[in-house]
């Protein structure tokens, strides 16, 4: 699996060699002394319970369980352009997990990037944002981590390519890009909003997808949800720049983040189908919140992408894309065109959804490529993968075609060089 966030760009060699030997003070981090591991019943079932909700919100499982059988015992390969790095166990084992952590080792972890020998972390453990979590919250986070199951489970030795490998270096990325939490309220803004923001900037680490990052693997300054990239989808922008054809309202964004469907725009695939499927658990009021401070970030918005009723050149666009138009009627007519029963079920029509209209091609072939299961009405259709049915050149003329026919914006450049690298991405182990 290839779950590069393109943290770890050029530029990290020489600005944390820079950095870190100016702040070679900081390199050294205490170990915290280990304790048994805590009795689970000291616990409350209601912090318990509250650390399994914000571990959904954080994603936590998305990175650390590999194995269903095996609940956060880590192991997953995190590929960077600079080596293989693997999840770490995050259950109670004592001698392979966190069970020997105090709970001041787990606060420090969270929000410094330290491990409880003093070992810095690398950024991929997205602690730039945990900085902004309470410590009411990652109590319940840590209760509900010393109550799952102990696995004694090692995660291979990462394949950093030198000197990344060296962990000290770390420190230089981190005077650059960890920011100093805790959040802070905005006294302007209603409680819903401020709550919303919280979720968003922290433990939902939503800026990790949608923020581009510099060279050196840092969040660009000033570009907060201006799109990013994420395990080889586009993560699309979620500020005034959001190029989806219908502008998104409060509602339709909860119902988005909430269900990983919405009719009025698209289904959430890739990388963003586990976040609905966590927000799906998530306390209604949160989803809520998190749903007024985005349509906040997209505000503004000066596109008029939208057209209603959205755009179909279905002729213009056989003309142009015969062979595109002909694959289409063949491969995905029978589910996608206007009429046809699943569209009926109330499904985001092609000329609604964001994918067509973004601005790099990636997620439409991705989508292709890898096919689509909505998490909503498991019953229902679903897309299968069509890697192994269409060859390049098809995918390259059903995209062009797709193009055409539901957006009024101009053909992708470099297609074909898309598909290309996606197919090697995705034939990788
Ligand atoms: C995007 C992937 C990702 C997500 C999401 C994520 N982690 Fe991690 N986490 C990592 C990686 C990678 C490491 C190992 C970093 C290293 O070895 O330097 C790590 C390390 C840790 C550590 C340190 C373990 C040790 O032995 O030093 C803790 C604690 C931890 N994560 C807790 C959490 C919790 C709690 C959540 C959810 C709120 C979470 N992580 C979400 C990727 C992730
Ligand atoms: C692991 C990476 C990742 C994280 C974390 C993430 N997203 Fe996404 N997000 C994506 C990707 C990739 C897409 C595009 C999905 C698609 O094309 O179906 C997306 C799509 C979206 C969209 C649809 C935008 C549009 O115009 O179509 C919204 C809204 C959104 N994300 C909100 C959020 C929020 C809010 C959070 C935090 C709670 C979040 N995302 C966290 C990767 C991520
Ligand atoms: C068996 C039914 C089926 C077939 C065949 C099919 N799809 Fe899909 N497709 C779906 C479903 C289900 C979704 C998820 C969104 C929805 O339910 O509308 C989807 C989503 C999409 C999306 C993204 C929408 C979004 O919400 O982000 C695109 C683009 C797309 N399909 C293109 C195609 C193309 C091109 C083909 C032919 C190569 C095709 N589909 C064939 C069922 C199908």
Not at 61 to 68: G, K
Not at 161 to 172: A, E, K, N, S, T
Not at 189 to 203: H, P
Request: with cysteine; proline share 8%.
């Amino acid at each position: 699996m290839n779950v590069g966030r393109e943290r770890f760009g050029a530029g990290i060699v020489v600005c944390c060699f820079g950095a870190a030997a100016v702040a070679s003070a900081l390199v050294y981090r205490s170990p915290l002394a280990s304790i048994p591991r805590p009795d689970p019943q000291s616990f409350s079932a209601s912090l318990i319970e509250r650390g399994a909700t914000l571990a959904a919100i954080g994603d936590c499982d998305a990175c650390h369980t590999v194995d269903d059988e095996a609940p956060y015992a880590g192991g997953l390969p995190m590929a960077t352009p600079f080596g293989t790095l693997y999840v770490t166990n995050i259950t109670p084992d004592e001698a392979t997990g966190i069970g020997n952590w105090p709970r001041d080792a787990f606060r420090r972890a969270m929000r410094e990037g330290v491990s409880r020998d003093g070992r810095h972390l690398y950024p991929a453990f997205p602690y730039d944002h945990f900085a902004e979590v309470d410590d009411a919250d990652l109590d319940a986070l840590y209760a509900f981590l010393m109550t799952r199951r102990p696995i004694s489970a090692t995660s291979p030795t990462n394949k950093m390519i030198f000197p990344l490998g060296f962990r000290p270096l770390l420190v230089g990325w981190k005077l650059l890009f960890l920011r100093k939490g805790p959040f802070v309220r905005i006294a302007s803004q209603s409680d819903e909003w401020n709550r919303g923001a919280y979720l968003v900037e922290g433990l939902g680490h939503c800026g990790d997808c949608h923020t581009p990052r510099n060279l050196a693997g840092g969040e660009k300054a000033g570009h907060a949800y201006a799109g990013g990239v994420a395990e080889g989808w586009n993560a699309p922008a979620l500020d005034a720049s959001n190029r989806a054809p219908r502008v998104w309202t409060i509602d339709s964004l909860y119902n988005y983040l909430r269900t990983g469907m919405e009719a009025d725009h698209s289904a959430a695939a890739g990388p963003m189908r586990p976040v609905a499927e966590h927000l799906s658990i998530a306390p209604d009021s949160d989803v809520r919140a998190i749903a007024v401070y985005v349509s906040s970030l997209m505000r503004g918005r000066t596109q008029t992408l939208h057209e209603v009723p959205p755009i179909d050149k279905e002729a213009g666009a056989k003309r142009e894309h015969p062979v595109g138009a002909t694959l289409f009627a063949g491969a995905c007519g029978g589910c996608h065109e206007v009429g046809a029963p699943m569209m009926v079920g109330g499904r985001p029509a092609l000329s609604l959804v964001s994918v067509i209209q973004e601005d790099d091609p990636r997620n439409t072939v991705q989508i292709m490529l890898e096919g689509l299961q909505p998490l909503v009405a498991a019953r229902a259709p679903f897309m299968p993968s069509f890697a192994d049915n269409l060859v390049d050149r098809q995918i390259v003329e059903l995209a062009a075609y797709l193009r055409s026919r539901f957006s009024s914006r101009t053909a992708w450049p470099s297609l074909a060089e898309t598909v290309a690298q996606l197919r090697k991405e995705d034939s990788q182990p």
